[in-house]
């Protein structure tokens, strides 16, 4: 069935420091790439979104590309700051569903 | 603009009694897609809904169940409840079209003991 791999599951880095996380898709319909930040208490929440006819997407100090041939995605953060702290997860989905099938989640630890 | 409100926030269960979520969409948002997470399993989709209409089903067993009224609120209830459903439930909605950003709840945490 659908499976997203998602890595590292834990990423520390130093404030200021880029980050960069990887996910790889199964499904080959699969079209819509989008990325949630999740804070302790609180539901998923958009950060940036991707769709297969795009390669590059970016906003502010954030970026994804999309390598449909590999069928791999991956999130680029510069510029790291403390608050960018928290777990992000990646996720896939076909053309007119809206079901996510979602990674693992990458836990995001920026240090003063 | 209000986001997408679920009530109620936390709910303490015992095993075998049943309960039902409830999730407000946002405005002009017609999907409600409801997901379960949990530490083990992670993000899991559980179904969605679309005018009234169930319109796509994860694997989940038939105890978990869902319906949608005319306003596009949505509620999903979980019959004889199992220690391993204790998780996050969360909903996400969007307008409903192709490839539409949902967006997510605050989410109900179950307790089942």
């Known amino acids: 069935g659908e499976n997203v791999e998602q890595h590292p599951s834990t990423l520390s880095v130093q404030e200021g420091d880029s980050a960069v996380i990887k996910c790889t898709y199964s499904?080959?319909?699969?079209?819509?790439f989008p990325w949630y930040k999740q804070e302790l208490g609180k539901g998923p929440q958009l950060i940036i979104d991707?769709?297969?006819?795009?390669g590059e997407k970016k906003d502010q100090r954030i970026a994804v590309t999309l390598n449909k041939t590999a069928k791999h995605f991956s999130l680029h953060i510069t510029e790291t700051q403390p608050e960018d702290s928290a777990v992000y997860f990646c996720?896939?989905?076909?053309?007119?569903?809206?079901?996510?099938?979602f990674g693992t989640g990458t836990r995001l630890l920026v240090s003063p | 603009k209000a986001g997408v409100t679920q009530t109620p926030r936390y709910l303490i269960k015992t095993r075998g009694q049943q309960v039902t979520l409830s999730c407000s969409p946002i405005?002009?948002?017609?999907?409600v897609s409801w997901y379960q997470q949990t530490p083990g399993q992670g993000l899991q989709f559980l179904f969605e809904?679309?005018?009234?209409?169930?319109?796509n089903k994860g694997n989940f067993p038939g105890r978990f169940s869902g319906r949608q009224f005319s306003n596009s609120r949505s509620e999903m209830n979980v019959s004889t409840l199992e220690l391993g459903d204790s998780a996050l439930y969360l909903c996400?909605?969007?307008?409903?079209?192709?490839?539409?950003?949902?967006?997510f709840g605050p989410g109900t945490r179950l307790l089942v003991l």
């Open positions: 996400a909605t969007s307008r409903g079209g192709t490839s539409e950003t949902q967006y």
């Open positions: 499904d080959s319909a699969s079209n819509y």
């Open positions: 991707i769709r297969s006819n795009v």
């Open positions: 996720a896939a989905s076909r053309d007119s569903f809206q079901k996510l099938v």
């Open positions: 405005s002009g948002h017609r999907s």
């Open positions: 809904y679309f005018s009234e209409t169930q319109r």
